[in-house]
């Protein structure tokens, strides 16, 4: 279904972008706005500022978790965290997935030979 009937606001980019710097997802900036996740992806495609704001947003995003990692690596408190009331593995759970290009693990796979595949006609659907 097509949300062409969202009306787009100019406010939106600076919005997402505080949305994102709190360490929320893009995808649930659309829930703060009441739009459909399809309509945000939209709008990043289609929308220079908006697609600008979702990349500055994300860097902030990434920032906001490395903070809060680092604060509790070094046991410091800032602004609105306690390293002492936090969990370690959630933090790195949180940079893995979230930001998994940077933070996920990495497999290198090599292959040497022939690649068989075999289909059993029984398993296909013609």
């Known amino acids: 279904m097509s949300d062409k009937n969202y009306k787009y606001d100019d406010s939106y980019p600076d919005l997402l972008i505080n949305h994102l710097s709190k360490g ?7 829930g703060t706005i ?6 945000i992806f939209q709008w990043a495609l289609d929308i220079p500022e908006f697609k600008a704001a979702k990349e500055i947003g994300y860097q902030k995003s990434l920032s906001f978790y490395e903070k809060l990692l680092s604060a ?4 410091q408190k800032i602004e609105g965290f306690d390293p002492r009331k936090s969990d370690t593995a959630c933090l790195i759970f949180a940079l893995k997935t979230r930001f998994h ?5 990495k497999k290198d796979v090599e292959h ?3 690649i068989i595949i075999k289909i059993d006609k029984q398993d296909v659907d013609l």
């Open 24 to 30: 929320y997802s893009f995808e649930s900036f659309g």
């Open 34 to 39: 009441g739009v459909v996740r399809s309509t």
């Open 72 to 75: 509790k690596v070094s046991g």
């Open 101 to 105: 290009k940077i933070y996920g693990e």
């Open 112 to 114: 040497s030979g022939d």
